[in-house]
């Protein structure tokens, strides 16, 4: 590997297109990825709102979703489709060299450090 951030995936030449495959041993929570349209797509396999595997969802397109709640990430970007998510999740940049796939991590520009989003302050009064 030329990358000592980089995980070594394997050869991912049998992935069909529109298909998953979990590497659960990468990261704190591991990644799943992807290939859409003939391209690899790797993210963080847990959803930010529901803490469960984004793997056990559907991948429609470029979208995968939760199976709890529904909200849906973009595997290019990580950027969540809405709530109930408050963020994204943490993307790979893939890449192939001599057939072995390997999993780079990028820069994750939709998730923020500081996120109030939903917060309702130290406060919540109903009437």
């Known amino acids: 590997m030329t990358n000592n951030d980089a995980h070594q995936l394997g050869n991912l030449g049998d992935l069909k297109d529109g298909a998953m495959r979990v590497f659960e041993d990468v990261g704190d929570y591991g990644i799943v990825v992807c290939r859409v349209n003939g391209e690899l797509f790797a993210l963080e396999d847990n959803c ?16 995968i979703t939760c199976p709890l709640h529904g909200t849906s990430f973009d595997v290019r970007t990580g950027a969540h489709s809405g709530p109930p998510a408050y963020e994204g999740v943490t993307c790979y940049k893939v890449q192939i060299e001599d057939e072995i796939a390997l999993a780079l991590p990028q820069k994750n520009d939709n998730k923020r450090e500081d996120d109030s989003y939903g917060d309702v302050g130290d406060f919540f009064q109903t009437r």
């Open 48 to 63: 930010s709102h529901a803490d469960t595997p984004l793997s056990e969802g559907r991948l429609r397109g470029h979208e």
